[in-house]
């Protein structure tokens, strides 16, 4: 019998992706205005800083409600959060020995990519985390970046590493046979209105998997593609699917990568035919299946709107 571990959507945020992008604190613990001072700013254009700096601008960064504000010397840039698209933790372009706060502006890929990071210590400085953590909290209370979700959703960032989405609301998280890396997670995320148990059915899951050769945010090739469609039957029959052979592939995409769609129907535990939709994106050494097979009627009806969502909504971090 496979592990289960149910928890909350509170219990996830505490126990937070693996690695440096440990959760956020709630925005009801944020104090904000907050200054940091001395920090380095740069793009990820390295003709945007001097050869032996990895920064174009020291100056005080501060973090509102509703933006930022870096103000230098040589530099002063104001920010609203509602031209983040998303917040990140991790290395930037030519610069493999530190991590910054990541951000990504704009409206449409390309994104315009800056950084943030401690200054002290010759930039070495231990703050750089608490400046990603106060910029998630101020756009998690704005609704921005990552994390805007249409009226009536929530943004999932257990494993905000990999991969942010939204869920409904009220809708139940939990983890089953979940493995947890140093910087990664892998398993199956199960979301459902009620509380999974043996048996329980998700209206909705997201697969952990580590990528393999071949499987690339540009796509997937074709012996990728063949182990893809097998890591998704075998999700089927572990649910005790059935008539898996009428599921069939096409191009498709999510999270500004492309993938494949996985479609088609199949047979339920108890005998009901059933639409099955799975849609499967690699990021930086995850391969992710995102997906549901609805019943007919209101409850199919909520559960594909709730896939939708989750695939439009689909984030990957810009940092490594």
């Known amino acids: 019998m496979r592990r289960l571990l149910a928890l909350s959507i509170l219990a996830v945020a505490t126990l937070g992706p693996p690695g440096p992008e440990a959760a956020p604190a709630e925005a009801a613990s944020l104090v904000l205005p907050r200054t940091f001072e001395k920090t380095w700013y740069r793009t ?163 697969g952990l998997h580590e990528g393999g050769k071949g499987m690339r945010c540009e796509g997937f090739s074709e012996e990728a593609a063949k182990v893809v469609f097998r890591l998704a039957e075998d999700h089927l029959l572990e649910e005790g699917f059935s008539g898996t052979e009428n599921l069939e592939t096409a191009p498709a995409g999510a999270g500004g990568c492309k993938g494949l769609r996985i479609a088609g129907s199949a047979r339920a535990r108890d005998g009901s035919p059933r639409t099955v939709e799975i849609r499967a994106v690699a990021h930086d050494g995850t391969l992710f299946l995102l997906g549901s097979y609805p019943p007919d009627g209101e409850t199919g009806r909520t559960w594909r709107e709730a896939l939708e969502t989750a695939v439009s909504t689909l984030t990957f971090p810009i940092a490594r």
């Open 44 to 206: 990820n254009k390295r003709s945007s800083f001097a050869i032996g700096r990895m920064h174009s601008a020291k100056g005080d960064l501060t973090i509102t409600e509703s933006g930022l504000e870096f103000v230098a010397r040589n530099k002063k840039l104001y920010i609203p959060l509602t031209r983040v698209r998303v917040v990140s933790f991790g290395k930037m372009k030519g610069d493999v020995d530190t991590e910054w706060t990541v951000l990504a502006l704009g409206e449409s890929q390309p994104w315009e990519i800056l950084g943030f990071r401690d200054g002290t210590k010759l930039g070495y400085g231990q703050a750089t985390r608490q400046i990603y953590e106060t910029i998630v909290g101020a756009a998690r209370s704005a609704r921005a970046a990552q994390y805007e979700a249409p009226s009536g959703y929530r943004v999932f960032d257990g494993f905000a590493s990999q991969g942010t989405f939204a869920i409904p609301e009220p809708w139940e998280i939990s983890l089953r046979d979940a493995k947890l890396g140093p910087r990664r997670a892998w398993g199956t995320v199960v979301f459902s209105p009620v509380k999974d148990s043996a048996g329980t059915e998700p209206s909705i899951f997201l």
